[in-house]
């Protein structure tokens, strides 16, 4: 089971963090993915991050202005979003997949949190 929580009103130029907490099955056996979906549009991958921690990977869209980190023993994965604009406003999701190396595509995700949305004002 996946919480997402975080999400907010903010800013242009702002930040937030968006935490998700997993409960259930080891946690450390999931990659982890950040995905977002905004009103009328697909959901969109947004960040990824290795079981361990050690490889992050962004979307074009964020990449420099969004983190995506892990803490294992707490079994918890976040989004630190700067210099937000309002283009990023939509729910945000967190994910987990069991796939050997890791993905980009909903598809590739087997388990979701409820989603928690960002809004960012202009």
């Known amino acids: 089971q996946l919480q997402a929580s975080g999400g907010g009103l903010v800013q242009a130029g702002g930040s937030l963090r968006l935490s998700c907490a997993a409960s259930?099955?080891?946690?450390?056996?999931?990659?982890m993915g950040w995905f977002r979906q905004a009103p009328g549009k697909e959901r969109e991958f947004v960040a990824a991050i290795d079981w361990s921690g050690s490889r992050t990977y962004y979307s074009d869209s964020v990449k420099g202005r969004f983190t995506i980190s892990r803490d294992n023993a707490k079994n918890t994965v976040y989004l630190h979003m700067n210099s937000l604009k309002p283009e990023d406003t939509a729910v945000y999701y967190c994910?987990?997949?069991?796939?050997?190396?890791?993905?980009?595509?909903?598809?590739?995700?087997?388990?979701w949190g409820q989603g928690t949305q960002v809004t960012v004002s202009s």
């Open positions: 994910a987990a997949s069991e796939t050997i190396a890791v993905v980009f595509t909903v598809e590739g995700y087997a388990y």
């Open positions: 259930g099955r080891t946690f450390t056996i999931y990659h």
